[in-house]
């Protein structure tokens, strides 16, 4: 009901609270036997002046007289009649009013007529978009056919004259209510209520309009039925009490739809406040109680709290329905004794019960009264129906819940200590309850399946176990702007080299949330393989350049090709424990921080380079020589930028949180974290630590020698030597067929004017290296049983781990990793 339509009924139900009718008592002949103090305010007249004389003298035409006596004859045929009247005040001017007359029985002879009227000036239209019956008052006072009941009590409190409709609205016939008190004819706390409002307006004379109280039926007759009545006091001509007149009417629709649409109210302030499908589930149940149901359960589909999707016909298998879980469970009683299964645990239904049905049909099934006798579906679920019987659950629904077309669960309800049974309009509710809940609860479990797959995505997307080996202990941070998917465009690695060297990469995707990770996620493909390949790193920015260039062409739209965009940022860096280097580059990133192992935090000026994707300079690298011990910090700018601060306070609070020498690693990275980021974050953070190793003495050797392949021999007998002070003798005779195959590749293809290196490095991994001056990389071949040559790479692939080449300012370097045992 819209704004004005609202304020329509406030003002009509405003003119109507002050416009209270005005009630006269007349016999058969049309003599006013009561007059009412609400009828000697709207007319003048006083009681004295107008008990025993004919009402007709008050009506102002003749029309109206003649018109009032077809009304007594109506009233008497149909019980009610109501017109539009004219009638004279006291003080001469005329008055139209609403009249509207009903014909009452009695012990004492004929009927009588009871009068009620108002005057019309007073009474506004009942909207017509108004929701809902109008209130008793309205019904008396404005045009209505429905029906009224009317009692006179005299000023004992019995009961003089009615109507039938009265005896329909409260149970109690006519012939059993007259000469009797209520309280008599109908015993009980309701009656003795009414009674007390009785005698407060016979005592004060002032009405008491719609007091609701249920109908007075019999404790073993259920019902569900409400009334409201209105009391006014009929005074004789001396103006005594003469009684009081009571006129009722059946509201139970109107106040069950005003509970109904309050209980609806509550579901869209309490069903849903989180994505969480159990507590949704809950939430239901806890609203159910006791506004509806004494008792009442949610099961859900064991699929929907994991977020995948449920069956859209959930048949039965070995003999039972797929497993549900108890999501939901409230009760009147403290503990829920009702409930066979605890909130959480699984729950098994057989194929042949209500539940099942409601599962294959996807409609409700409703059991006002709960036939428990033998024979039913209770015969097949023992433990079940002696809940039933224990507890006294005698009216039952079961409500399927589903949303786009499939089943989430179901929800149970039961009523146990109230003695009403279940009628169409709490089905009714109930199901529109559970709507409401199967909205939130397949929210949720999308919700938790896209959270699920981002989680997913993140796994795959970020280093599962970084590690830096030998050259570095590692620790990060990541933490996504978007808190829903749990992921956004940040990303990092921590990539092994060969020579014991690492490779640590920090990159930033603009955007946030799925599609940013999607990029991201392109991009560590590509940042990874080319870190493999061994390239320098202001190279490895430049093809990464590259390739963000081609990614965005290709997913450009033609027709509007400046649409798509990727930009990005990265910083580079290579660390190299032997010689305690660190090479690194950047591509519009922030710098990093170095922290030498006192606690000094400085950021080394390199070239800032552009953001990749632009293609606008060249990139360049910087060498430093850090100490060993040294953490280095690489960082995205969602850690130091804020909204309220410049870039410089950023690097400052920065440089402050850093500089805890003595924190451990993953303590520093906490901490780091939590006094920078912003709250709420409004880009995501991600944060790299890594402190370096130096790789001691006596864990390297090298010799070099000049391009001859009778030096081979030489170089396999220092490999040997060196091996065996190193306890790796049985890694002897494969590392000098290694080195034999090595030499004897840079000899044939190299230079022969300069000299050959040979390097063995023992860190995680046994690494021999042969270096020369030549910038071709060797080609692993698969040579034919015929041939004489072609099989040395071969046979190292076949002897190493892995192998591979890299460059060097003055040529390459071929490498050969050898598994160490773990001793070693």
């Known amino acids: 009901m819209g704004s004005s ?50 009402a007709g003298v008050l009506l102002a035409a003749a029309g109206d007289r003649v018109r009032a006596s077809e009304a007594a004859q109506e009233s008497t045929l149909w019980g009610r009649w109501s017109d539009i009247a004219r009638v004279r005040h006291r003080n001469g001017h005329s008055i139209d009013i609403r009249l509207s007359v009903s014909s009452l029985s009695g012990q004492d002879g004929p009927d009588r007529w009871v009068v009620w009227a108002t005057d019309k000036a007073l009474l506004p239209a009942w909207p017509a978009e108004a929701t809902g019956v109008m209130p008793l008052l309205a019904t008396l006072l404005l045009p209505s056919r429905l029906p009224i009941g009317v009692v006179i009590q005299d000023t004992n409190l019995r009961c003089v004259r009615g109507n039938d409709i009265q005896g329909s609205w409260d149970g109690i016939p006519l012939s059993l209510r007259l000469g009797r008190r209520l309280t008599e004819a109908a015993p009980g706390t309701a009656a003795e209520t009414l009674e007390a409002v009785m005698h407060q307006v016979l005592e004060t004379g002032d009405s008491a309009t719609d007091v609701d109280y249920p109908a007075l039926l019999p404790a073993y007759v259920r019902s569900n039925r409400i009334l409201t009545a209105s009391f006014f006091r009929l005074d004789d001509a001396q103006g005594r009490a003469l009684g009081v007149c009571t006129v009722s009417m059946d509201v139970t629709g109107c106040r069950r739809a005003r509970e109904h649409l309050a209980i609806l109210g509550e579901a869209s302030r309490r069903i849903g406040t989180t994505l969480d499908v159990m507590q949704t589930a809950q939430e239901l149940a806890d609203l159910a109680v006791p506004f509806l149901a004494d008792y009442a359960t949610v099961d859900l589909a064991e699929s929907v709290p994991l977020g995948e999707e449920p069956l859209a016909h959930l048949g039965p298998q070995d003999g039972r329905i797929p497993a549900f879980r108890r999501a939901g469970l409230a009760s009147i009683h403290p503990g829920t004794p009702e409930s066979l299964f605890a909130r959480g645990e699984p729950i098994f239904v057989p194929p042949t019960s209500p539940f099942t049905e409601v599962l294959h049909s996807g409609k409700s099934h409703f059991e006002p009264i709960l036939d428990t006798s033998p024979g039913t579906w209770l015969d097949h679920h023992g433990a079940l129906a002696e809940k039933i019987r224990e507890h006294a659950m005698h009216s039952l629904m079961v409500v399927p819940i589903h949303a786009r077309g499939v089943v989430l669960g179901v929800a149970v309800f039961a009523r146990t200590e109230d003695p009403r049974p279940f009628e169409e309009d709490d089905l009714l509710l109930a199901e529109e309850l559970v709507n409401w809940a199967a909205l939130a609860l397949d929210n949720a479990r999308q919700y938790v399946r896209e959270r699920t797959a981002a989680l997913a995505l993140q796994r795959l997307l970020h280093p599962h176990r970084p590690t830096g080996g030998s050259a570095a202990d590692v620790a990060w941070r990541y933490l996504p702007a978007d808190s829903h998917h749990g992921i956004g465009g940040d990303w990092f690695d921590v990539i092994p080299l060969s020579g014991a060297r690492v490779a640590l990469v920090v990159g930033d995707v603009v955007g946030h949330g799925i599609n940013a990770a999607a990029q991201m996620g392109q991009l560590r493909t590509v940042m990874r393989t080319l870190a493999e390949m061994d390239m320098p790193p202001d190279e490895v920015l430049a093809r990464l350049d590259e390739q963000v260039i081609r990614l965005t062409q290709a997913e450009a739209d033609p027709r509007y090709p400046a649409s798509t965009t990727m930009a990005a940022t990265c910083l580079y860096a290579v660390y190299d424990p032997v010689t305690r280097c660190c090479t690194m580059a950047r591509a519009g990133h922030p710098p990093p921080a170095v922290i030498d192992p006192h606690g000094h935090v400085t950021f080394p000026d390199l070239p800032t380079g552009a953001p990749l994707g632009l293609e606008l300079v060249p990139f360049e690298s910087t060498t430093l020589e850090l100490a060993e011990g040294s953490v280095l910090a690489l960082y995205t700018d969602g850690l130091i930028e804020a909204r309220d601060q410049d870039i410089s306070t950023g690097m400052n609070r920065l440089r402050a949180a850093l500089a805890r020498p003595h924190h451990t690693l993953d303590d520093l990275c906490s901490s780091t974290v939590d006094a920078l980021r912003a709250k709420p974050p409004s880009d995501d953070v991600t944060l790299l630590l890594a402190r370096t190793h130096a790789l001691t003495a006596d864990q390297v050797a090298s010799w070099q020698f000049p391009s001859d392949l009778a030096v081979i021999s030489r170089a396999r007998t220092l490999a040997t030597r060196q091996l065996a002070q190193w306890g790796l003798e049985h890694l002897a005779d494969s590392t000098e067929l290694i080195v034999s195959e090595l030499f004897t590749n840079a000899i044939i293809h190299g230079n022969s004017k300069h000299t050959i290196d040979l390097r063995l490095i023992r860190h995680g991994m046994l690494t021999c290296e042969v270096s020369d001056a030549s910038h071709c990389h060797p080609l692993m071949r698969h040579p034919r049983t015929t041939d004489e040559h072609g099989r040395g790479l071969f046979l190292v692939t076949q002897l190493s781990q892995r192998w591979g080449t890299r460059h060097i300012p003055d040529g390459k370097v071929i490498w050969a990793d050898q598994q160490l045992p773990t001793s070693a």
């Open 5 to 54: 339509a609202q304020t329509a009924v406030s003002q009509a139900q405003s003119a109507i609270e002050t416009a209270s009718p005005a009630i006269a008592l007349l016999d058969a002949q049309g003599t006013v036997l009561g007059w009412s103090q609400a009828a000697q305010q709207l007319l003048g007249y006083s009681a004295a002046e107008v008990v025993g004389r004919s």
